[in-house]
């Protein structure tokens, strides 16, 4: 019967996915709260986080000159296509001070076809989101807290991070 009931637990405990087996990822226990986070569109445009509240929202600071962003814009373009993730709501941000072609390009190299360009404004929403590195992604919940934090690169379709993605869309 014990052997039974540690089988029956192991079995159990198996399908759940932890956290900790997806690189890179810190989940935070209190999420971390910030007011009036702001970044540019490829026209200058500023938007504001505030204004996506009630989606689920994945901010991924990258560079042109970033081997590892590289790596993984191609998978982060195709979780922009991702049916089942309807809330998540994708900003790519060039915080490498790049112009407009330069990163235009980058996606052009890299066949980029589902994400839109985005900017770090002058105030550095870098600064205020404390990277230390590129590429890191912070995750935004549906109230626009950060509740998780990806350092380094990461496959945005590897499958233990779309089941963990999707238990929090």
């Keep these: 019967m014990r052997f039974l009931t540690i ?3 192991l079995l159990l405990n198996s399908f759940s996915l932890e956290a900790s087996e997806i690189k890179n990822l810190i989940i935070h226990e209190e999420p971390k709260k910030y007011d009036d986070l702001s970044f540019l ?3 200058n ?3 504001k986080l505030n204004s996506f509240k009630g989606n689920v929202i994945l901010l991924n600071f990258w560079a042109t000159w970033c ?3 590289k790596e993984e814009m191609p998978s982060l ?3 922009e296509e991702n049916k089942e ?3 998540l709501k994708i900003f790519p941000i060039n915080i490498g001070k790049d112009n407009l072609n330069k990163a235009m390009s980058f996606f052009k190299n890299l066949k980029i076809k589902n994400l839109n360009l985005y900017f770090d404004n002058p105030e550095t929403l870098a600064k205020k989101l404390s990277l230390r590195g590129l590429p890191t992604t912070i995750l935004l919940n549906k109230k626009g807290d950060e509740f998780a934090r990806i350092i380094g690169s ?3 379709s590897d ?3 779309l089941e963990w993605l999707k238990q929090h869309n």
């Design 7 to 9: 089988f029956i637990f």
């Design 41 to 43: 569109d490829d026209k």
């Design 45 to 47: 445009n500023e938007l």
């Design 67 to 69: 081997a590892p962003c």
């Design 77 to 79: 373009d195709l979780l």
């Design 85 to 87: 993730l309807n809330n």
């Design 154 to 156: 990461i496959d945005f």
């Design 159 to 161: 499958e233990k991070f």
